[in-house]
């Protein structure tokens, strides 16, 4: 098998026929022995009858069904963990992927690229979406840990050897593009103008983004729970000297001050800060323990020269 597309498919019967059609014609074209996997996230309408039927029609559609919605992450998951092709590209099944730019992304894996993946130049959709992805994906690349490109979703194409290491990755929140990103090797991107969707609405609902979001910012950075000490050590240090330079007017009589009320105040945010010190460093811990259960591996090798491999 040289090439597997992974779709994941959430009630989206109104536009498989089309995406059936445009995946198959460039596959076509390209020579190649291809499967398309498509994957079924518990739909509830005539999704998988359709699926059935392009299996019948072509042997070269497989599908996997999935016993209820779990979601799109892991519905590539499922996707990725049966693929067989030595190339496999990931894109969503309502078009807003450009099947068309599947040879572009051929051509740069022949080149000697791992990890091609789509660039989002421009999206057909509304402001407040628009607005949202543009903010997330810089406040990611800016707090993540690890490498993380700028407007690219999951539409990709990726050697073989980055799916092994994804399959490997025992973690259960998957921020794929994200993991993606963090495997390193050749990775580059092509840009693409992202249609507006074929048929249907959005399957992901307000929740089930922020969700989304919230993996990629949690599985990715460190950076918010040392907010939560930075902002301690700020608090307890202002209150502190604010609290000192209070005393030290008072003892040398310079000025009116009212009597109890700012020793109280200052008081109370002293003691926060100290709490949310401590909470910090609690975070800190639940942090480290965080990283450990993910069970990344600690690095991956891109080449070994002179050395002998262990098996
Ligand atoms: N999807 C899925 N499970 C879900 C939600 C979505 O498999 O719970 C699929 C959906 O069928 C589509 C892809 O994931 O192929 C992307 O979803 P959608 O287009 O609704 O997201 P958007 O493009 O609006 O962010
Ligand atoms: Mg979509």
Redesign the pocket.
């Known amino acids: 098998m040289d090439m597997s597309v992974v779709?994941?498919?959430?009630n989206?019967a109104n536009g498989l026929p089309e995406l059936y059609n445009r995946v198959t014609r460039v596959l076509g074209n390209l020579n190649l022995r291809y499967e398309i996997i498509l994957v079924d996230?518990g739909s509830t309408d005539a999704s998988r009858e359709i699926i059935k039927t392009f299996h019948e029609r072509d042997p070269q559609i497989c599908g996997l069904f999935l016993s209820r919605?779990f979601?799109?992450q892991t519905?590539i998951s499922a996707g990725l963990h049966y693929a067989q092709g030595q190339i496999i590209v990931i894109m969503?099944?309502?078009l807003?992927d450009p099947p068309e730019i599947l040879p572009q992304f051929f051509s740069k894996i022949q080149e000697g690229y791992d990890v091609v993946y789509g660039i989002r130049r421009k999206r057909k959709e509304n402001i407040w979406k628009r607005f949202t992805y543009y903010l997330f994906y810089r406040m990611l690349n800016h707090l993540s840990d690890s490498p993380m490109p700028l407007d690219s979703g999951d539409f990709c194409a990726m050697t073989r050897r980055i799916v092994d290491h994804l399959k490997a990755m025992p973690e259960r929140h998957r921020f794929l593009r994200g993991l993606r990103a963090w495997s390193g090797y050749r990775q580059t991107g092509i840009e693409y103008e992202r249609d507006s969707?074929y048929a249907g609405s959005?399957?992901?609902t307000l929740s089930?983004l922020f969700n989304l979001a919230l993996d990629g910012l949690i599985s990715f950075s460190a950076i918010p729970v040392r907010l939560i000490i930075q902002f301690g050590f700020f608090t307890a240090f202002t209150s502190f000297f604010i609290g000192l330079t209070y005393l030290v007017l008072k003892i040398f009589d310079i000025g009116t001050w009212p009597s109890g009320f700012a020793t109280l105040f200052l008081l109370i945010a002293f003691l926060g800060g100290i709490q949310l010190i401590t909470i910090g460093m609690i975070g800190e811990y639940v942090g480290r323990i965080h990283l450990e259960v993910k069970q990344r591996p600690l690095f991956l090798i891109s080449e070994y020269i002179g050395i002998k491999q262990q098996t």
Request: charged content about 35%.
């Open positions: 779709i994941p498919v959430f989206e996230d919605n979601g799109h519905a969503d099944a309502d807003q969707r959005s399957k992901y089930k």
